[in-house]
T-cell receptor
């Protein structure tokens, strides 16, 4: 079946540190991959996406590359800010538009 | 452009009572999703509609949960009777879906959610 696995949280980083949140997936066919973010007190919103192998999604300084050979879509940011504190969800979309989310990784950035 | 509307925002009920949640998706969005998000977990897909037809309801506890999307626009999710473990935020999301004339962006647009507490 289809599933998404993320690294365990919570993650606590100092401002300007490098961020990596690991995400791996299991899927039949060729899914699209997404990172969604949930800021405190707000709803889920799309952060970035990639629709095929080797695509790189990017937004707000975050990047993730669709790696078919390792079935991964790790989220990275070179220098995190306090405002990046949120819960990050990796997700995949099947060919029938079914969207499956990972368990989420909570990030806290301290000044 | 108006976003996804959900109501009520909060609901407290006792176990074995019933509750209904309403969702109005973004205009023109063919696909509508209901997710259950338990505190500290990722959203779990309950049911997916394409227009007014069900695409996937494999994880919907059909003995107590029901959902409908009449006329392919707004949708209602009902729980009857509620159990303690149903305490969660119920998220509605919509997307352009496969009828967008292409692959579409695949992006889901979420409402603010309906927080249910079952006592």
């Amino acid at each position: 079946g289809n599933s998404v696995t993320q690294m365990e949280g919570p993650v606590t980083l100092s401002e300007e540190a490098f961020l990596t949140i690991n995400c791996t997936y299991t899927a039949t066919g060729y899914p699209s991959l997404f990172w969604y973010v949930q800021y405190p007190g707000e709803g889920l919103q799309l952060l970035l996406k990639a629709t095929k192998a080797d695509d790189k999604g990017s937004n707000k300084g975050f990047e993730a590359t669709y790696r078919k050979e390792t079935t991964s879509f790790h989220l990275e940011k070179g220098s995190v800010q306090v405002s990046d504190s949120a819960v990050y969800f990796c997700a995949l979309k099947t060919s029938y538009d079914k969207v499956i989310f990972g368990p989420g990784t909570s990030l806290s950035v301290i000044p | 452009e108006a976003g996804v509307a959900q109501s009520p925002r909060y609901k407290i009920i006792e176990k074995r009572q019933s509750v209904a949640f309403w969702c109005n998706p973004i205009s023109g969005h063919a696909t509508l999703y209901w997710y259950q998000q338990i505190l500290g977990q990722g959203p779990k897909l309950l049911i997916q509609f394409q227009n007014n037809g069900v695409v996937d309801d494999s994880q919907l506890p059909k003995d107590r949960f029901s959902a409908e999307r009449l006329k392919g626009v707004d949708s209602t999710l009902k729980i009857q009777p509620a159990k303690l473990e149903d305490s969660a935020v119920y998220l509605c999301a919509s997307s352009l879906g496969r009828t967008s004339g292409g692959a579409g962006t695949g992006e889901l647009f979420f409402g603010e959610g309906s927080r249910l507490t079952v006592l």
